[in-house]
């Protein structure tokens, strides 16, 4: 699917580059002449801003490093010193803090618009997966980055995370000696985690590399789920994608400057800004708000190792999902009680959420039963059984025809709103 390769090197340096390493050539048909649906939303932009976010993450990490100290005695006032009297280490900082929840605000978009779309379908299975491999990854880099300003909610997030490996029989106790490298979390669990908080990224830069090369072999999925057959249904990437991604990025860091400038620690713990004790237990220990569905489904099941297959399995069961989703049709548009469904199931993620900052008592354990059902439900029943009886609407016969139908309606819009205000 990648473009046809119609790179033409203009300079003689480029001729002889061209003829050893044809790297201009792979650029040119990869992000030039690569034909892109010409109907795509700009729910497809996520998958450009995500890429420029983990760029933010690598630069602004890489220099945090150079300021920061790997020591429980030293870290949390490195921090603290970044912050106060490295020139611009604030920004540094609160970029790479408010970057974090930034990456992940926009893997959730860019994953429920995989989810809406379908685009998870056959042949889009392996692209998938790297996609789910990139997020365990993405889910692990974050954890262990937050433990590193060695505040009080760093420390027993760690502690209880790290924790959960006991359950595990045999091997449990050995892989949390393991995680913390002794018998308790201190220095040396400080040492590895950031080790491996620097080394992560660079991997995730890997599967990203897949993950798009794998895009580029099927080409990208779109909004009404059927296949480009003639050129009439694609447009050349550049320019055309390549400014709405520009604009997608651009209004998204426009977002994200406002957590900068104007609310750094809105998503962050005010129980971080305390040195981390392991005498003092915080009353309420909870993780960053973009584990809080998973952490209410490990809460929600009474027996520790069940709460952890289930709080796993919940990220797992993605993995399936190409399969577990029967129906040939794969846009929601065409679908409509799986519209309704996959609405409900965004529903069901936000109460989780909700309910994993809530202590695990009382109502909000009932809850989380209830929504960890609905969770499970939406993927190993509600999807299986969806695409073996429901009626879905009539497809158009190419994007093209998709892009005209809407232009038919857009033109009837508008005419119908000359025509109202030339009668009043
Ligand atoms: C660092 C994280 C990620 C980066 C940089 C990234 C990058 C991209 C890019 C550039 C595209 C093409 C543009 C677009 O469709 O938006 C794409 C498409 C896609 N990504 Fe990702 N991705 C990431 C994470 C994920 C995750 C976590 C998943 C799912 C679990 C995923 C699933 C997909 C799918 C299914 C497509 C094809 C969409 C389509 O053509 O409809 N990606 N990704």
Same mark, same amino acid.
Request: with cysteine; charged share 10%; proline share 7%.
């Given at each position: ?14 001729? *002889?580059?061209?003829? +050893?390493?044809? #790297? ?64 611009? !280490?604030?920004?540094? +900082? ?6 974090? /929840? ?16 379908? /685009? ?6 392996? @692209? ?16 262990? !980055?937050?433990?590193?300003? *060695? ?9 209880? #995370?790290?924790?959960?490996? /006991? ?7 050995? #892989?949390? %000696?393991?995680? *913390? ?17 620097? @080394? ?98 490990? +809460? ?6 069940? !709460? ?21 049709? +794969? /846009? ?15 529903? %069901?993620?936000?109460?989780?959420? *909700? ?6 008592? !009382? ?17 190993? #029943? ?9 009626? %879905? ?32």
């Amino acid at each position: 699917m990648s473009g046809p390769s119609t790179y033409q090197p203009q300079s003689p340096l480029m001729k *002889w580059l061209e003829q +050893r390493l044809p #790297i201009a050539g792979l650029v040119h048909s990869s992000f030039i002449a690569y034909p892109t649906p010409r109907n795509l939303n700009y729910w497809w932009t996520f998958g450009a801003i995500l890429s420029m976010m983990l760029a933010v993450q690598i630069v602004t990490g890489l220099v945090l490093a150079m300021h920061y100290t790997p020591h429980v005695d030293l870290a949390f006032d490195s921090v603290e010193r970044i912050v106060r009297d490295v020139n611009y !280490g604030w920004l540094l +900082r609160n970029m790479h803090a408010a970057g974090a /929840s930034m990456f992940f605000i926009a893997v959730y978009v860019h994953m429920l618009r995989g989810l809406y779309y379908g /685009s998870y379908k056959a042949p889009r299975e392996v @692209l998938w997966i790297l996609g789910v491999i990139i997020y365990l990854l993405m889910m692990a880099t974050g954890f262990m !980055g937050y433990v590193l300003p *060695w505040g009080q909610m760093s420390f027993w997030g760690a502690t209880v #995370i790290t924790n959960l490996f /006991s359950a595990f029989p045999v091997v449990g106790d050995s #892989i949390v %000696t393991l995680l *913390w490298g002794g018998y308790s979390v201190g220095n040396p669990t400080l040492n590895r985690f950031f080790s491996l908080h620097y @080394l992560l990224p660079f991997v995730i830069a890997g599967v990203v590399v897949l993950h798009v090369w794998a895009l580029h072999v099927t080409g990208q999925n779109n909004p009404a789920g059927v296949e480009p057959k003639t050129e009439k249904d694609t447009v050349p990437f550049t320019p055309y994608a390549t400014l709405k991604d520009v604009f997608g990025m651009s209004c998204f860091l426009v977002f994200y400057s406002w957590f900068i400038f104007y609310m750094p620690n809105y998503l962050g713990d005010a129980e971080n800004y305390v040195p981390a004790n392991p005498g003092v237990t915080p009353p309420h220990i909870v993780p960053e708000w973009y584990y809080l569905p998973f952490y209410a489904i490990l +809460r929600s099941i009474p027996n520790k190792l069940m !709460g952890v297959i289930a709080m796993f399995g919940a990220i797992i069961v993605l993995l399936f999902l190409p399969w577990l989703d029967s129906c040939k049709v +794969r /846009s929601s548009r065409y679908r409509p009680m799986a519209k309704r469904f996959f609405w409900a199931f965004v529903v %069901t993620c936000l109460v989780l959420g *909700w309910l994993g900052s809530k202590p695990a008592e !009382g109502i909000y354990t009932t809850l989380g039963q209830v929504f960890t059902f609905f969770y499970f439900a939406y993927f190993l #029943i509600v999807l299986p059984v969806l695409g073996r009886m429901e009626k %879905t609407l009539p497809l158009p016969n190419s994007i093209a025809e998709d892009v005209l139908n809407k232009g038919k309606v857009a033109k009837a819009v508008a005419g119908l709103v000359a025509v109202l205000f030339a009668g009043g």
